[in-house]
């Protein structure tokens, strides 16, 4: 079964300043099927990357996804004020068929 | 426009049973990989269910045997019976679609149904 971890548990930074959160997998995940959400309270989370790396819809180029097989990275470039919320990584493929990270909460320094 | 309305939820015993819906418009669910994700207070984002577009259906371990998705296609509607409900089934239900095209990842989510456990 697999198990991603996300680090750190909680990111304090100041708007304009660059976020790495990272997202690792107990085993690799199946052919990239590799997602981050950004998640708001009293909103439905929001799909911000997908395949490890292409950005969803509508989503600002500051957000970027990298890494491969068990190890990836969510990139803020500079933050925004809308920015700071909890960010979830999800896999697909792998049994479960589905799973979540625990969450990173990036919080205004 | 896509849209996906959830309902059903509410307060039941444990032991209970509870059956969710989700409306969809804008897309046929049955072309599409609908799941539902939930959310317990405090806790992180937890997939729940998933039913493909050929109809096979998957779930986690913590809800296998007791949970079952299933969708009607005159409806639009996908479903998620609820049996043996536990105090940690509390959470708010999310249902969510997903395509080949994000990788079948989740890009479009309804706005969630609260499910509370207790006696």
């Known amino acids: 079964e697999i198990v991603l971890t996300q680090s750190p548990g909680t990111l304090s930074l100041s708007p304009g300043e660059r976020a790495t959160l990272s997202c690792r997998a107990s085993q690799s995940v199946s052919s990239n099927y590799l997602a981050w959400y950004q998640r708001k309270p009293g909103q439905a989370p929001r799909l911000l990357i997908y395949?490890?790396?292409s950005r969803a819809t509508g989503i600002p180029d500051r957000f970027s996804g990298s890494g491969s097989g068990t190890d990836f990275t969510l990139t803020i470039s500079r933050l925004e004020p809308e920015d700071f919320a909890v960010y979830y990584c999800q896999q697909y493929g792998s049994s479960p068929m589905y799973t979540f990270g625990q969450g990173t909460k990036l919080e205004i320094k | 426009e896509v849209q996906l309305v959830e309902t059903g939820g509410g307060l039941i015993q444990p032991g209970g049973s509870l059956r969710l819906s989700c409306a969809a418009s804008g897309f046929i669910v049955s072309n599409n990989y609908m799941s539902w994700v939930r959310q317990a207070p405090g806790k992180g984002l937890e997939w729940v269910s998933v039913?493909?577009?050929?109809?096979?259906?998957y779930y986690p371990g913590s809800v296998k045997g007791r949970f079952t998705i299933s969708r009607d296609n005159s409806k639009n509607t996908v479903y998620l019976q609820m049996n043996s409900l536990r105090a940690e089934d509390t959470a708010v239900y999310y249902c969510?679609?997903?395509?080949?095209?994000?990788?079948?990842?989740?890009?479009?989510w309804g706005q969630g149904t609260l499910v509370t456990v207790s006696s």
């Open positions: 039913i493909y577009s050929g109809g096979a259906t």
């Open positions: 395949g490890a790396s």
């Open positions: 969510a679609r997903a395509r080949d095209a994000y990788k079948y990842s989740f890009d479009d």
